[in-house]
């Protein structure tokens, strides 16, 4: 297994476009979580699944974003009627039970002109 | 609410020792991690620790003391490879991650 992979690596939309980011975890791992980052910050969590089951939103996540993780394995993060302030890394991450360990994947960062 | 304190930037010579402070403020606290990011990279994992003390792998160092809201990360024989962000972050009961906003380590020769 080569690790935490996503695509695209790099999007440029325009404002107002939907935009949807993928997330392949490594195999074994049971729980995934998406986290978006800014330049100059840490990491901020959105979102966090335990196989299929979405558990915890942020507050940050408005109703414009939602996520999926059909059967347990790779998951999509949408976001509607992009605004730049979108603009960001989006980082998905994949752990065992636990948590303590979590595994990055590159990103998917996201320009909105 | 939850926070963490870090210095944003460390600047050392190629072999020194440099120490990240990090102190927390945060309820159900479970354990502080520590990641490691270079310039337009990906966060990797570099320590965990739920107990107090210290927890040493190879050159680097994490040490907690719950009882102070207080952690550091200590890297030692600095190489130029280490020049990066470090980054605690408050890990909560399944795993969630609260990081903060990194300190910026610069390895000069």
């Known amino acids: 297994d080569t690790g935490v992979s996503q695509d695209p690596r790099h999007k440029i939309t325009k404002r107002g476009q939907n935009v949807t980011f993928r997330c392949d975890p490594i195999?074994?791992?049971?729980?995934l979580y998406w986290y978006r980052q800014t330049l100059g910050q840490g990491p901020e969590f959105l979102t966090y699944f335990q196989n299929e089951a979405q558990l915890e939103k942020s507050r940050l996540l408005s109703d414009r974003f939602s996520a999926e993780r059909p059967k347990g394995s790779f998951s999509t993060l949408e976001i509607q009627r992009t605004e730049q302030g979108d603009s960001a890394m989006y980082l998905c991450?994949?752990?065992?039970?636990?948590?303590?360990?979590?595994?990055f994947g590159p990103g998917t960062r996201l320009l909105v002109l | 609410g939850q926070s963490l304190e870090q210095p944003s930037e460390v600047t050392a010579v190629e072999g020194a020792i440099v120490q990240i402070n990090c102190t927390y403020q945060t309820s159900g606290f479970y354990g502080l991690s520590w990641y490691q990011q270079h310039d337009g990279g990906a966060p990797t994992f570099l320590s965990y620790?739920?107990?107090?003390g210290l927890e040493e792998t190879g050159r680097f160092s994490s040490f907690l003391s719950r009882s102070d809201s207080y952690g550091y990360l200590l890297l030692q024989e600095l190489q130029m490879k280490d020049s990066a962000s470090y980054f605690c972050?408050?890990?909560?009961?399944?795993?969630?991650?609260?990081f903060g906003a990194g300190t910026q380590v610069v390895v000069t020769p």
């Open positions: 620790n739920a107990l107090d």
């Open positions: 991450a994949s752990s065992l039970t636990g948590g303590e360990t979590q595994y």
């Open positions: 195999s074994e791992h049971n729980r």
């Open positions: 972050a408050w890990a909560g009961s399944w795993g969630k991650l609260q």
